[in-house]
């Protein structure tokens, strides 16, 4: 019987998140220029907009400029600043922890309004370097997250039996702790990506004309003229975050099977 409801309250919360997308996906293929339904035919029109429009071909481009820029910096700053967290001699351990994950909790309109203030004066507002600090901060938490967990499940006993063979501290890390730790850097590398995909308060504050992303011009486009369009783009959002989950996951598992096998062979 309690099986049975907890079966029941998951199949209805999964309907209750996906809803939403089932809904405005189909309308990404519409021949109408109205997000209505029913669809009077399935056509590749709106694609074909977002490839063509100057605005939105610009919109896509600065997307992944600063998507990668973002992933880079936040990937490396969160493995350190979780490489840090992990040494157990650190003082005030979970008061930095937890200054490390302010930003998740942060309203985006405090942080954003903060930053502008300081990227005026260091001369980078309104500058791609700007937008992709701004989403770095907004994306270390989830890094730092996400390599904490990979390096809670590291036996510390291989790093120290590594270390007596007279392995340097570098040679540790590089040869037994970064493959170790490898599926937890790549899962928080590809949600620092899908954060500052979806990022738009903070990029309405730091971003200028020329930084115009995405999701900025898809909030702009609501706000101007609805156009299937912006189903279009979140169909690409959509699909484009499934495709960088199921990399990471397969990752995950070529590394957890490459683990196991090293294992029985020894």
């Known amino acids: 019987m309690f099986q049975g409801l907890r079966l029941v309250f998951a199949i209805a919360a999964v309907t209750f998140l996906l809803a939403p997308l089932l809904a405005i996906l189909p309308l990404a293929f519409t021949s109408s220029v109205f997000l209505t339904y029913p669809i009077p035919e399935f056509s590749m029109r709106w694609f074909d907009v977002l490839f063509t429009a100057a605005s939105w071909k610009r919109a896509i481009l600065n997307s992944l400029i600063i998507g990668a820029g973002t992933t880079v910096l936040a990937t490396v700053l969160g493995t350190m600043a979780a490489l840090g967290l992990r040494n157990w001699r650190l003082p005030f351990k979970g008061t930095v922890r937890t200054l490390f994950l302010l930003p998740m909790v942060v309203p985006a309109v405090v942080l954003g309004v903060g930053m502008q203030v300081l990227f005026v004066r260091l001369g980078i507002a309104s500058s791609y370097a700007g937008v992709i600090v701004a989403h770095t901060v907004v994306s270390i938490p989830f890094v730092v997250v996400s390599v904490i967990g990979a390096l809670g499940g590291i036996d510390r006993r291989v790093e120290l039996a590594a270390s007596s063979l007279g392995a340097s501290p570098l040679t540790v890390f590089r040869k037994v702790t970064l493959p170790l730790a490898m599926p937890g850097i790549l899962s928080g590398a590809v949600l620092a990506f899908a954060t500052s995909l ?13 930084q115009r992303t995405l999701a900025r011009q898809m909030f702009a486009t609501i706000r101007e003229n609805i156009s299937p369009a912006i189903a279009a ?19 995950r598992r070529q590394v957890a099977a490459r683990r196991g096998l090293q294992k029985s062979e020894s």
């Open 198 to 210: 979806d990022e738009v308060v903070l990029t309405l504050f730091v971003a200028g004309p020329n």
């Open 233 to 251: 783009a979140a169909f690409l959002f959509i699909v484009g975050t499934i495709l960088l989950a199921a990399i990471g996951l397969i990752v």
